[in-house]
C-alpha cells in the first residue's frame, strides 16, 4: 500500500492547463499491437514505422478526472511545473517530460 498523497504514478500540470482538462472532448483511436514495438531506455511509448489502421472509429475517452482516479495516478497542479521539474530530473525516480514545451517560464 502506497502512504497517503503518494503513488507510483504521477502527472503534474500547470493551472493554466486545467480548464482545458475539464472541457476537452477527447477521442482515442484503438489500434493493433501487431507491428508496435517499444522506444527509449527505460520504454517510454511504443511505435510503428509501417502505416496502421485502426480497429474501428475513435472512441470518446470520457471525463479525464475520473480516468486519472480509476487509474491511481495522482494529478497535482502546479502554477509552474519547473520547480517541480528540477526536483524530479536529480531524484531516483524515472520521469518523462514530453510536454515541457508548454510550460510558462
Known amino acids: 500500500m502506497v502512504g ?3 503513488g507510483e504514478r504521477v502527472h503534474a500540470i500547470e493551472y493554466g492547463w486545467l480548464q482545458a ?3 476537452v472532448r477527447l477521442y482515442a483511436y484503438r489500434l ?3 507491428g508496435f514495438a517499444p ?3 527505460p520504454p517510454s511509448a511504443a511505435v510503428s514505422t509501417v502505416a496502421v489502421t485502426p480497429l474501428g472509429p ?3 475517452v470520457g471525463d479525464l478526472f475520473e ?3 480509476e487509474a491511481g495516478i495522482q494529478l497535482r497542479v502546479l502554477p509552474s511545473l519547473w520547480p517541480f521539474w528540477d526536483e524530479v530530473i536529480a531524484s531516483t525516480l524515472e520521469f518523462s517530460g514530453i510536454r515541457l514545451r508548454n510550460a510558462r517560464r
Open 4 to 6: 497517503a498523497g503518494c
Open 39 to 41: 522506444i527509449g531506455d
Open 67 to 69: 480516468l486519472y482516479e
Open 58 to 60: 475513435p472512441e470518446r
Open 21 to 23: 482538462i475539464r472541457e
Open 32 to 34: 493493433p499491437a501487431d
